[in-house]
């Protein structure tokens, strides 16, 4: 593991969300660090790319202090996808390998939640943007049936523990709380380790 990216990351937003805490500034700055995070795999530990043989993990790989951001590796086993699900706060997911599938939903004029425009493909490389004033809810799902996929979130609060809804296909949602799938977080302060 190469821990200098993500430090480097973790440094780079904490001095964002301690400049600003305005979203429309905040998100196209972060989405800047967060494609450079995610334009090289080197840096992500093993154990926190980790499959599960039922459910997608969400790995919390770093959390501000101040709640002001958390940065969390999704992996997807074959196969596996998300509910419909909200976020309240702004969100930023940037592919690190694989693919994934995004489908936005919205409420229509009549009140019921519908499929809001295409699916959105999110290959290597490539960030998208959730938030509830650019549209918050959404279902994700691994692109692959026979491959892991990963993809970095940041997101603006600590996201674990933020009280958010699913949704059915009716409309109708419950509360729940994610947590994460880890009990310890990667060192990244260890400049010892680096590589040159
Ligand atoms: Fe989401």
Redesign the pocket.
Known sequence: MNAAPLREFIQAVSHEVSASSDEAVLLPRVREHLARLVARDDWLPDELAQPDAQFYRQYLLYADPLDRFSVVSFVWGPGQK?PI?D?TVW?LIGMLRGQEWAQPYAWDASGQLVKQGEVTVLSPGQVEA?SPTLGDI?L?SNAFDDATSISIHVYGANIGAVQRWVYQADGSRKPFVSGYSNAWLPNVWDRSKDKA
């Open positions: 998300t699900h976020h969100g959730v959404h994700v």
